[in-house]
Structures are given as C-alpha cells and as structure tokens.
C-alpha cells in the first residue's frame, strides 16, 4: 500500500513541476505602498496551499506568523539558508479559488527593506526557486486531502459493511427461530393428528355401542 502511496505522490509531483513553475518577480501593494514581490500560480486550492507553504515554512522552524493589513502574513527575523544567511522577515498572501491559487511572497532584510532583483538578485532567484519548488509540497498536500478523504469513505464503508453483517446474523438467528417453531408445529401437528384418529375411533366406538343396544 505504501509503494502504491508513493508511486502516486511520485506521478502528483511530476505532474505539478511541468504546471506550475512559474513564480515571477512583480509588484503589490502592502501597507498602502508598492513593494517588490515574487508571484507563483499552483493548480491547487488555497487551502491546499496554505498547508504546504505551512509545512515549507515549518522545514525551518517557522510558525505562525502576524497578521498584517491587506490579507499578509509576516514571519519576523527567520532564518532560511537558501535564501540568505542573515534573519529576514517574510511577508505572504495565499488567495484563490477551488482550483487555482496564487502565493505572493515578499523578502525583506528588515525594516521594511524589501529585496528586488536589481540590489538582490541572488536573494530573489533563491525566493522564486523555493516557491517553484512548493509545487512538490501541494502534491504532497493534495495527496494528504485525498488520503483523509478516502479514509473516510472507508470507514463509512466498514460502518456499512458491519450494519449489514450484523443484520445477516440477525436473520440468521431468527431463521434458526422460525426453523426451530416450524419444527415444533410439524411435531404439533402430527400429535394433534394422532389424538383426532384416538377420539374418531372413540366415537366410531360408541357409534357402534349404540347400534348394537338400539336393534
């Protein structure tokens, strides 16, 4: 079953790398001011999204982050290696709908020092690889939903598959019943057979009794 698992996740992630590396360098507005940022489409929801660029963040020990005007989340004085050495703050915006989403992800050296390809080249490649890359973990996400999904239809099929089962017995025990009372009348009515012949003889007794008296 793991392989089965795996050889799907394999196919899911091959099939997101040729859909969804396409992060760009752009621009958005954020506390009423435009600011450089790097934009990728996933052919995902946003929830799912949201779970894998969760567990991206959580690769580098980085929770929940602060609540910023305009739908953003900051992550203050994190430390991501790839994409630079010293603490950055990122700041990021899930949005979409059922089956496409947008990540917009914003790098800052600190005090709203935002990076931009020009003065940060190497910092924004990195950004724009780290979201491309993202498309494996939506995969995974996906996979994750569809796996909970599934357990669910499972469990509902096992709940299904007991109810009936326990009808069966059920049946079969008020089967063993009726077999065991059409047992009982068959034996009833032989008995009740018997008596009738005991007292038609009775009567064919006294019949006879009388017609020998009355000649």
């Known amino acids: ?3 089965i698992i795996t050889i799907l996740l394999l196919s899911i992630v091959a099939t ?6 396409d992060a760009q360098e752009s621009a958005i507005s954020i506390l009423k001011v435009d600011q450089p ?3 990728a489409n996933y052919d995902v929801s946003s929830d799912i999204l949201s779970t894998a660029w969760a567990a991206e963040l959580a690769k580098y020990g980085i929770k929940k982050g602060s609540k910023v005007k305009g739908g953003f989340r900051k992550y203050s004085g994190v430390n991501i290696p790839s994409i630079s050495a010293d603490k950055i703050d990122i700041y990021s915006k899930i949005s979409g709908k059922k ?3 947008t990540l917009v992800v914003l790098v800052s050296k600190g005090y709203d020092n935002f990076v931009n390809n020009e003065k940060y080249p190497e910092m924004v490649a990195a950004t724009k690889k780290m979201m491309n890359e993202l498309v494996n973990g939506t995969a995974v996400a996906k996979l994750q939903v569809n796996i909970e999904k599934q357990e669910k239809v499972v469990a509902k099929a ?3 598959e007991k109810s009936v089962i326990k009808t ?3 049946l079969a025990d008020d ?3 009726l077999e065991k009372k059409i047992a009982d009348n068959k034996t009833a009515q032989e008995n009740a057979m018997k008596a009738l012949k005991e007292e038609q003889a009775n009567l064919a007794g006294l019949k006879e009794k009388l017609g020998l008296m009355t000649k």
């Open 1 to 3: 079953m793991k392989n």
């Open 16 to 21: 997101f790398n040729l859909q969804a590396q």
């Open 37 to 39: 940022c790097v934009t």
């Open 99 to 101: 089956a496409n989403s």
């Open 158 to 160: 096992e709940k299904t």
């Open 168 to 170: 069966g017995e059920s």
């Open 175 to 177: 089967m063993k019943r």
